[in-house]
């Protein structure tokens, strides 16, 4: 009998064995997704929640947006150095580090007394966020191999899209249980437990890993990429609700100064035998270069498209945050379902899938469009349902794909790198989104909220027409090319 279960436990070992052995076992997997989940909802959670805040704390419709943006900057800008620090110093520790300072960010948001204290610890909660969520695709691309790691990639692009729509479901569900009258506070506040437990059982199954190359920290580069994305992102949001004012401009100007000479500094740096924080020669391999334009383009479309769906339901239907968590469910009920068959899906039919997926997300925006100019202003969230699923639909093979992709032939020791620059590119698309799309919106649905919500969709359809045609430059990943994907030249 001893022998018998001593036989079990080597052929079946525990995750903690796997991960003191250096391995990753599925409950790891499981586990770093859900730490890099919840950063990644809190970054749409607060949509649905805008109105109640506005309410409490008196905010304007600028401070509205700089509670999205604001943890959005700062999320992207330190993206990157994230993965460097995991790579250099251990994603385990880096991982449970940034994961408490996540959980007390989101402690203090849920008590802040003013909008400007809900602002700054939105920063803090980027900036941490920016540290923990690249350990994951980090830890992946270093623990597993082949069709174990093309699935972790895929369930990490799942997890992604899930999140967002995930996140305005809860959002509304919270708010509109007013748990001990808090009101909006519980939608930071479920972070806390949630994150503890996280903490706890990633502790102990989570293996520490590192580059076995590990490289310096790129401090100029770090500082000219935050402060280009801060002079672009910030009179985005801002200009609208003040009136452009003179700054405004100075800073889009400084911007594309500053993105120069980021350039400049990050080729000069890999010219001198560096590792930059952006090496020009990584952007530069087929699956970078490709995938993270799309990547891009594809979050500017859905960070827009959650942002004023979200205002879209409360501000012009008048339905409260209960329903207008809802009214995203029919989404995240078909991103679910079809996240769990996106991964087989690509490995058999490859980057068809993702054209077919895109053409299917295509059907649903345009359907969804038509339902909201066609029925205003009596449309029901029955009457969104379908449109809603189909999209959902769509975007589980796009998110799952597009993942996968980006990273198919970067070399193990830069994954951390590779990792941090393919979700920076991510945030800092969903951030453009809301600060052009949004504020473009926000213009318009002053005077007529169904053409100011067709005007952003428009848009995002482009996007979304272009990537079904597009995905014929991703690498292939079938499942004869899982094992070592080919890239076309």
Same mark, same amino acid.
């Given at each position: 009998?001893?022998?018998?279960?001593?036989?079990?436990?080597?052929?079946?070992?525990?995750?903690?064995?796997?991960?003191?052995?250096?391995?990753?076992?599925?409950?790891?997997?499981?586990?770093?997704?859900?730490?890099?989940?919840?950063?990644?909802?809190?970054?749409?959670?607060?949509?649905?929640?805008?109105?109640?805040?506005?309410?409490?704390?008196?905010?304007?419709?600028?401070?509205?947006?700089?509670?999205?943006?604001?943890?959005?900057?700062?999320?992207?800008?330190?993206?990157?150095?994230?993965?460097?620090?995991?790579?250099?110093?251990?994603?385990?520790?880096?991982?449970?580090?940034?994961?408490?300072?996540?959980?007390?960010?989101?402690?203090?948001?849920?008590?802040?007394?003013?909008?400007?204290?809900?602002?700054?610890?939105?920063?803090?909660?980027?900036?941490?966020?920016?540290?923990?969520?690249?350990?994951?695709?980090?830890?992946?691309?270093?623990?597993?191999?082949?069709?174990?790691?093309?699935?972790?990639?895929?369930?990490?692009?799942?997890?992604?899209?899930?999140?967002?729509?995930?996140?305005?479901?809860?959002?509304?569900?919270?708010?509109?249980?007013?748990?001990? *009258?808090? !009101?909006?506070?519980?939608?930071?506040?479920?972070?806390?437990? %949630? =994150? $503890?437990? /996280? +903490?706890?059982?990633? &502790?102990?199954?989570?293996?520490?890993?590192?580059?076995?190359?590990?490289?310096?920290?790129?401090?100029?580069?770090?500082?000219?990429?935050?402060?280009?994305?801060?002079?672009?992102?910030?009179?985005?949001?801002? *200009?609208? !609700?003040?009136?452009?004012?003179?700054?405004?401009?100075?800073? %889009? =100007? $400084?911007? /594309? +100064?500053?993105?120069? &000479?980021?350039?400049?500094?990050?080729?000069?740096?890999?010219?001198?035998?560096?590792?930059?924080?952006?090496?020009?020669?990584?952007?530069?391999?087929?699956?970078?270069?490709?995938?993270?334009?799309?990547?891009?383009?594809? !979050?500017?479309?859905?960070?827009?498209?959650?942002?004023?769906?979200?205002?879209?339901?409360?501000?012009?239907?008048?339905?409260?945050?209960?329903?207008?968590?809802?009214?995203?469910?029919?989404?995240?009920?078909?991103?679910?379902?079809?996240?769990?068959?996106?991964?087989?899906?690509?490995?058999?039919?490859?980057?068809?899938?993702?054209?077919?997926?895109?053409?299917?997300?295509?059907?649903?925006?345009?359907?969804?469009?038509?339902?909201?100019?066609?029925?205003?202003?009596?449309?029901?969230?029955?009457?969104?349902?379908?449109?809603?699923?189909?999209?959902?639909?769509?975007?589980?093979?796009?998110?799952?794909?597009?993942?996968?992709?980006?990273?198919?032939?970067?070399?193990?020791?830069?994954?951390?790198?590779?990792?941090?620059?393919?979700?920076?590119?991510?945030?800092?698309?969903?951030?453009?989104?809301?600060?052009?799309?949004?504020?473009?919106?926000?213009?318009?649905?002053?005077?007529?909220?169904?053409?100011?919500?067709?005007?952003?969709?428009?848009?995002?359809?482009?996007?979304?027409?272009?990537?079904?045609?597009?995905?014929?430059?991703?690498?292939?990943?079938?499942?004869?090319?899982?094992?070592?994907?080919?890239?076309?030249?």
């Amino acid at each position: 009998m001893a022998v018998t279960l001593s036989a079990r436990r080597a052929a079946h070992p525990s995750p903690r064995a796997v991960a003191l052995s250096g391995g990753l076992h599925p409950a790891g997997v499981f586990f770093l997704l859900a730490g890099a989940f919840l950063p990644i909802m809190d970054f749409f959670i607060t949509n649905v929640a805008l109105p109640s805040i506005d309410a409490s704390l008196h905010a304007s419709a600028s401070e509205l947006e700089l509670i999205i943006a604001g943890y959005g900057v700062a999320y992207a800008a330190l993206l990157v150095l994230g993965g460097r620090l995991g790579d250099r110093f251990g994603r385990h520790r880096i991982f449970l580090g940034a994961l408490v300072g996540f959980i007390v960010a989101s402690a203090v948001c849920g008590f802040a007394p003013t909008v400007g204290v809900l602002i700054a610890a939105r920063i803090v909660q980027g900036a941490t966020a920016a540290l923990l969520v690249p350990q994951v695709l980090a830890t992946f691309h270093h623990t597993l191999e082949h069709e174990r790691k093309a699935r972790a990639l895929a369930l990490y692009g799942a997890t992604s899209g899930i999140a967002a729509v995930v996140g305005q479901l809860v959002g509304g569900l919270l708010v509109s249980a007013d748990i001990a *009258g808090a !009101s909006w506070r519980p939608i930071f506040l479920v972070n806390v437990p %949630i =994150g $503890l437990v /996280v +903490l706890v059982v990633a &502790a102990r199954i989570v293996p520490n890993t590192r580059s076995d190359h590990p490289v310096g920290v790129d401090l100029p580069g770090t500082v000219l990429f935050a402060a280009t994305l801060t002079a672009v992102l910030v009179p985005l949001t801002e *200009g609208h !609700s003040l009136g452009w004012p003179w700054w405004t401009w100075a800073m %889009i =100007g $400084l911007a /594309v +100064l500053l993105g120069i &000479a980021t350039a400049v500094v990050e080729r000069r740096a890999e010219q001198r035998g560096q590792i930059p924080l952006l090496p020009p020669s990584l952007l530069k391999l087929p699956s970078m270069s490709r995938g993270l334009v799309m990547v891009f383009a594809f !979050s500017i479309g859905f960070g827009a498209f959650m942002f004023v769906f979200a205002l879209t339901v409360q501000d012009g239907l008048h339905e409260d945050a209960l329903h207008g968590g809802l009214a995203i469910l029919p989404m995240a009920l078909l991103f679910f379902l079809g996240s769990l068959f996106a991964p087989k899906a690509i490995s058999r039919f490859g980057r068809a899938a993702l054209s077919v997926g895109a053409v299917i997300q295509l059907a649903g925006l345009a359907s969804l469009v038509a339902v909201v100019v066609d029925r205003w202003p009596h449309v029901r969230l029955w009457d969104m349902a379908v449109p809603l699923a189909l999209a959902g639909a769509g975007q589980s093979m796009l998110f799952a794909g597009l993942f996968r992709s980006v990273l198919a032939d970067v070399p193990t020791h830069l994954g951390g790198v590779g990792s941090g620059v393919l979700i920076t590119l991510q945030q800092s698309g969903l951030a453009l989104g809301v600060a052009t799309l949004g504020t473009l919106y926000i213009a318009r649905a002053e005077h007529n909220t169904p053409h100011a919500f067709a005007t952003v969709e428009y848009v995002q359809l482009v996007i979304i027409a272009l990537l079904a045609v597009g995905a014929a430059a991703l690498p292939r990943f079938t499942r004869a090319a899982a094992d070592a994907p080919v890239i076309d030249a």
